[in-house]
Every structure is written in structure tokens, then in C-alpha cells.
């Protein structure tokens, strides 16, 4: 069984940064794929990055290129997401998750078995 704990949310201004930390644990083959995703108030979930565990390859949803950064530690066992240049837009929960189902896109959320509780994200303009 894979657990997942998300840390690090918090209010900040437009233009602000703040740093997501997802601490996992379980049986690595579980989660080669980590993923962050994100839920604004009465929108549905959607993938915002992506870090493959075996490479460390990485993919990101287009309205968060270039301002977020998705990383994983050597132990594998912290996937930290860097959010910088944030917009009220990215209001949202954000979620971690974790799975091994590489048949379908790494940015839907069907895609993954596990996740964590949800931190959450507010950015006032």
C-alpha cells in the first residue's frame, strides 16, 4: 500500500512562490509515476506535472510550463512541486499521486491508484 502526505500549501500575492512536498512510501513499483494535480472550487481535477521515477523525466500541463517545477529526491521518496509567477488562477487543491499504469496519459488523473489528502494553494491578485 502506498501512502501519500502533501505539505507546504499556504496564501500567497500574485507573482509569489511557494514549495509543495509529497512524502510517499510503500512499495516503489506502485509509484513509478508521481504526479501533482489540482482542483479549483467546483472545477474537476486536473494534472498539472508529472516525474517519472526510473528517469526522472518530467511533463507539465501547458498553463504551468515554465513556472512550475516538479522534482524527486534520490531516496525517491519526496516529489516536490516549486510553484513560482503564480496567478489567482492557480487557486486550487492540489494533490499528489502516485502510479504504475502507463497505459493512459500521464496527466489524468484515472491514471493513478494513490493520493494524498490535498494541500491547499490560494493566490489573492
Known amino acids: 500500500q502506498v501512502q501519500l502526505v502533501e505539505s507546504g500549501g499556504g496564501s500567497v500575492q500574485a507573482g509569489g512562490s511557494l514549495r509543495l512536498s509529497c512524502a510517499a512510501s510503500?512499495?516503489?513499483?506502485?509509484?513509478?509515476?508521481m504526479g501533482w494535480f489540482r482542483q479549483p472550487p467546483g472545477k474537476e481535477r486536473e494534472g498539472v506535472a508529472v516525474i517519472y521515477g526510473v528517469d526522472g523525466s518530467t511533463v507539465y500541463a501547458d498553463s504551468v510550463k515554465g513556472r512550475f517545477v516538479i522534482s524527486q529526491d534520490n531516496t525517491k521518496t519526496t516529489v516536490t512541486l516549486q510553484l513560482s509567477s503564480l496567478k489567482p488562477e492557480d487557486t486550487a487543491m492540489y494533490y499528489c499521486?502516485?502510479?504504475?499504469?502507463?497505459?493512459?496519459?500521464?496527466?489524468?488523473?484515472?491514471?493513478?491508484?494513490?493520493w494524498g489528502q490535498g494541500t491547499q494553494v490560494t493566490v489573492s491578485s
Open positions: 510503500g512499495p516503489m513499483y506502485l509509484r513509478d509515476r
Open positions: 499521486a502516485a502510479g504504475s499504469d502507463f497505459s493512459l496519459d500521464s496527466l489524468v488523473a484515472a491514471a493513478y491508484d494513490y
